[in-house]
């Protein structure tokens, strides 16, 4: 099934990998050889997606759920947020594969395969895939799946510990995911639960929490121990059975590090391309891929795709920075965000696609001091510069 040589190998078959492969089937690669390797068992990731979005994707038919308003609980004030013209939606991993293998199922050349990626090497003519001994050459390689290259410790993380809860009781509002509730004890970091309701009586309940750059993450037994205080004080549910778990550290950094080479491009998360401030990636992945097939297609190579802006690495930098000494800025800024603001333009703005006046509206709604004070030290010159130009 793999003799020959490949046009691309996308090495890691998760969302980024996946998505990718989907919008190179309907981006003019259909007549290509394009090998998707994934290993069997999934590693420590989402089992599901949620994002936001306003316009239609490719992958639209992957949807299984969507939201026309979400609530946040920050600072003493519960809102209850319409989103138009955006929705809130969910992506579960067996429906992206689904609608993945749709878009493939006209493309003769493209496989998905089975297998653990144990090297992958550059050279200049073609890049060298090893998946389970196997030597695989190709023209390109996607790597979703390598180490990143990145020798500075990132600037904060994100702990997120996950239960999918089932009630035998109505218990959630089905219409409603909580977008972040701060009603959960706050020891050093900055403490939020999020709740993704699938039904009344289901839901994924997860702890999340920014790290300090140089703080430990909190252990899973105090992070499972919040969890279900949350649902016993705030959810008022103490009987429940808990269908799966899902629990990982991600990295977050303003800068992201290096991603190309001769005949590679890294992808997803190890691209750095989860949002620093949020720690959402989908709409982001999807924009990458959809602008990697267009370089391709046009181009004959995967580089000609734009990097985030540097305005918004600032920003994203300042905000971090803020949180690595005084976490429980988290909080205050998410309350003052979402209360000054309507939630599209909060949202336009984490989804870096806010103009000028949007930015001033958001910025004037923040306590100045600390924010200022981050900005002063990110770029005064005697500092390590967070943000450097590309
Ligand atoms: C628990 C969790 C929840 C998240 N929830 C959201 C969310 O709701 N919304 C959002 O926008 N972002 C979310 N994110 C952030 C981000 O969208 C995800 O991390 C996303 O899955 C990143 O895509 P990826 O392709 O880089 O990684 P993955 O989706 O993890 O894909 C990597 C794939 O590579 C495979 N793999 C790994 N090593 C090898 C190997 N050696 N050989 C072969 N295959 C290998 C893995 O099995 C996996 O299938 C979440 C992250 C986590 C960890």
Request: cysteine-free.
């Given at each position: 099934m793999t003799a020959g040589r490949f046009d691309a190998v996308i090495a890691g078959g998760g969302l980024s990998g996946l998505s990718l492969a989907g919008h190179l089937a309907a981006g003019g690669w259909a007549d290509r050889r394009v090998l998707v390797i994934d290993q069997a068992e999934p590693g420590p990731s989402a089992s599901c997606w949620a994002f936001w979005s306003a316009r239609p994707g490719?992958?639209?038919?992957?949807?299984?759920r969507s939201f026309r308003q979400v609530a946040v609980h920050a600072g003493g004030t519960s809102l209850v947020l319409p989103l138009r013209p955006y929705r809130y939606r969910v992506v579960r991993r067996p429906d992206l594969r689904r609608a993945v293998a749709g878009l493939l199922a006209g493309c003769p050349g493209f496989a998905v395969r089975r297998g653990r990626v144990q090297r992958v090497g550059d050279g200049t003519e073609v890049a060298e895939v090893v998946v389970d001994g196997e030597r695989i050459h190709t023209r390109w390689v996607f790597d979703s799946v390598s180490p990143a290259r990145c020798d500075e410790p990132a600037d904060a993380r994100l702990a997120f510990t996950g239960w999918e809860v089932r009630c035998d009781?109505?218990?959630?509002?089905?219409?409603?995911?909580?977008?972040?509730?701060?009603r959960t004890p706050q020891p050093d970091g900055a403490r939020f639960v999020y709740l993704l309701p699938?039904?009344?009586?289901r839901a994924l309940v997860e702890l999340t929490e920014f790290v300090p750059r140089h703080a430990r993450p909190p252990a899973p037994a105090q992070r499972c121990a919040a969890l279900a205080r949350y649902l016993r004080?705030?959810?008022?549910?103490?009987?429940?059975?808990?269908?799966r778990t899902e629990s990982a550290v991600l990295p977050l950094r303003a800068h992201p590090p290096s991603r190309t080479g001769c005949h590679i491009l890294r992808t997803g998360a190890r691209a750095g391309l989860v949002k620093a401030s949020t720690g959402y990636a989908y709409q982001r992945i999807q924009r990458d891929s959809a602008a990697i097939a267009g370089s391709l297609a046009r181009y004959g190579h995967p580089f000609d795709i734009p990097g985030s802006r540097r305005r918004y690495r600032l920003l994203d930098a300042v905000l971090l920075a803020v949180l690595d000494r005084r976490p429980a800025q988290l909080e205050r800024a998410f309350a003052r965000l979402f209360t000054t603001n309507p939630a599209a333009r909060v949202l336009r703005f984490l989804d870096e696609d806010s103009n000028l006046r949007d930015e001033l509206a958001l910025i004037r709604g923040l306590p100045p001091a600390p924010y200022l004070r981050a900005a002063t030290r990110l770029v005064l010159p005697s500092g390590r510069p967070l943000v450097q130009r590309r």
């Open positions: 490719l992958l639209d038919s992957a949807v299984s009781r109505p218990t959630f509002d089905p219409h409603t995911p909580v977008l972040f509730d701060f699938d039904g009344e009586y004080d705030v959810v008022g549910t103490a009987t429940y059975t808990i269908a």
